[in-house]
């Protein structure tokens, strides 16, 4: 374990930012989302979570794939070229970087996705421990340590000091650029901190939400038919702020963008919150907003576990409780299917 | 699949024919530029076809794999891309890229088979992939039997394919019928589930179905009825497909994604899955 005192933060990046380019939680226009870091920048690491997950890193909200163009009736297309500049992604807590290697399991299987595997291949991920985990937190639910954050290199922050441990080659790589800047530090302070956050963790109101229900695939049609979906939905505006927030989520469209000379085809986030998503020629296989929410959360709790080995398509960020207007959330659901008839409480 | 690094990019095909099989749907017939077809592909399988500037979607390729110069698709007008494709004539280009999705176990499964062929309107189009190969390589298969039904007599796709050259393939029958009555046709008339009780099929057979979804729906509630099990019959399955490679989440229904783990299903497989998604 290295350490180095907080103040010298600045330097550290700077030092780094000679070979990649650093993106840090800054504050903007009164939201904290990640933002490429420059000198004399004010850092938030305060702020538990960024308002826009950090998934945009490696699947951007919209790329363009390629470029199409017509000459004399002929056509051409032109590939747009991967991105292959290296950032060091700061400051990422522990549930967004368990939410990269979901993102993984969807891009990096067969077929690759090379959009998201240049990207992926040059991000370094420097994950901070959750000094202060909120009530909406629920991490732990899917065997996330938010003291123990992963990531190329884990960092924690105490008593002034930067605490650094790398994990990994990439963190190495890292640790080789800076290791002049860090001296040996004792673990002493970091084993504290990581026992007063797991004491924080024992007294959140999420705590004890059980995934028991979804663990039996063979309750996946009978929770597929629930009649507490009705009720459960109601109130979903179907605005698909959920899904765009969900550092999870990894639903595309592919759309054109005619600039007249050329037709851009670009891929964009897109929501099962929406009518359109499904909707073909001759017609719409989920007709309703109760169909399209019952998708969402199956799709997490049901149909990714079953394609991966078990896993949920959940971090437990906390991010769709604090963010839908109708105080509709994945432990909402998870609660009413879990307590068999009787819907979870708020969550508050 | 084509040798690219990243599958979201098609490559340009030639139009090299277009042909009317009714008054809403065209077979065109496409090739990559240098001429050739512009990738393999096996019975079932489809490929995204785009026209940059309005859009993209999956197709079946209805030309059987054995077919090593072009690749062919049987396209019903029926949307925006739909509208333009038949707009389009002999030497333009578009887009395309595949192939995608898994495909009929012509060479496991239905190999040594009493083969069963049902099919309603655009649904003989993924078919008539496998029909093809079945014909080229016939020795491989057993009887059989093509029972298909459209609207009216001017509905039937390829009709002029089946009744030049299916029927008179040695063990090929070719059983075609139609909803309502009309002025010149002496064919059967009959909604095609109805049809295929008519003609008493012994359930040996492993039987293959594609076809408007009511269609499909009945015509497997009469294969119960004569006994076929489950696992003897596979369909097609379409929903909206945007990326084409499981990825983009449009087409999942359960832990399925139809144009990854499908568009072939056995009919045992779908049971296991919603029944609306």
């Known amino acids: ?348 | 699949m084509s040798d690219r690094t990243n599958v979201l990019i098609p490559e340009i095909g030639m139009i090299t024919d277009v042909r009317r099989d009714t008054p809403d749907v065209k077979t065109f017939r496409v090739n990559g530029l240098e001429g050739r077809k512009p990738f393999d592909h096996m019975p079932g399988q489809c490929a995204m076809l785009s026209i940059p500037g309005v859009g993209e979607a999956m197709f079946s390729i209805t030309s059987s794999p054995t077919n090593r110069d072009y690749m062919e698709f049987s396209i019903k007008k029926c949307g925006c891309l739909t509208d333009w494709l038949h707009q389009m004539e002999k030497g333009q280009e578009i887009a395309l890229r595949g192939p995608y999705g898994n495909y009929f176990p012509v060479d496991t499964e239905l190999k040594g088979k009493n083969l069963l062929f049902i099919a309603g309107g655009i649904g003989i189009a993924p078919l008539r992939s496998v029909i093809n190969y079945v014909i080229d390589n016939r020795a491989d298969y057993g009887q059989v039997d093509i029972v298909y039904g459209a609207r009216s007599a001017e509905d039937l796709v390829d009709l002029e394919e089946m009744r030049k050259d299916w029927s008179k393939v040695q063990g090929f029958r070719v059983h075609l019928t139609i909803d309502r009555a009309e002025e010149g046709w002496e064919g059967n008339v009959a909604f095609v589930p109805d049809y295929v009780r008519e003609l008493k099929f012994s359930n040996d057979r492993t039987v293959l179905v594609c076809g408007p979804p009511v269609m499909i729906k009945y015509v497997l509630k009469a294969l119960e009825e004569m006994e076929f099990a489950s696992t003897q019959v596979y369909t097609t399955m379409e929903l909206k497909m945007k990326c084409g490679v499981g990825k983009c989440g449009r087409c999942n229904i359960g832990a399925k994604y139809v144009c990854k783990d499908g568009p072939v299903f056995r009919y045992d497989e779908l049971g296991v899955l919603p029944s609306e998604y």
């Open chain 1, 1 to 348: 374990m290295l350490k180095m005192p907080l103040e010298r933060l600045d330097e550290l990046f700077f030092e780094l930012s000679k070979e990649h380019q650093i993106f840090a939680p800054m504050e903007k226009a009164g939201s904290v989302s990640f933002f490429p870091w420059k000198k004399g920048d004010t850092l938030c690491f305060d702020t538990l979570l960024t308002d826009r997950a950090p998934k945009s890193f490696f699947f951007p909200q919209s790329e363009t794939l390629y470029r199409a163009r017509k000459e004399e009736g002929s056509l051409s297309i032109v590939p747009e070229e991967a991105e292959e500049k290296s950032a060091v992604y700061f400051g990422v807590r522990a549930c967004d970087r368990r939410s990269f290697e979901l993102l993984d399991r969807v891009f990096l299987s067969t077929p690759c996705d090379s959009c998201y595997e240049s990207k992926r291949r040059n991000g370094y991920v420097v994950a901070l421990a959750c000094k202060n985990p909120e009530n909406t937190c629920f991490c732990q639910s899917f065997g996330i340590d938010p003291a123990w954050p992963g990531g190329d290199v884990s960092v924690w922050i105490a008593d002034g000091e930067l605490y650094w441990k790398s994990l990994t080659e990439k963190g190495d790589a890292l640790t080789e650029l800076v290791s002049e800047m860090f001296e040996e530090g004792d673990r002493k302070k970091v084993e504290e901190q990581k026992a007063e956050i797991r004491k924080k963790l024992d007294a959140l109101p999420l705590k004890d939400l059980s995934l028991e229900r979804f663990e039996h695939p063979d309750s996946s049609m009978e929770l597929f038919e629930s009649e507490q979906w009705e009720s459960l939905s109601e109130t979903c505006l179907g605005c698909g702020i959920c899904t765009f927030v969900c550092p999870t989520c990894q639903c595309y469209d592919i759309c054109d963008y005619n600039a007249g000379h050329e037709v851009r085809k670009f891929r964009c986030w897109d929501s099962c919150m929406y009518p359109g998503f499904t909707e073909m020629a001759h017609g719409n296989n989920r007709n309703n907003q109760m169909q399209r929410f019952r998708q969402r959360f199956m799709h997490k709790l049901v149909y990714f576990p079953e394609n991966n080995g078990g896993i949920y398509s959940c971090v437990g960020c906390g991010r769709c409780l604090r963010k839908c207007p109708s105080s509709l959330n994945i432990a909402r659901v998870i609660k009413a299917l879990g307590e068999n008839g009787t819907e979870g409480g708020n969550h508050e």
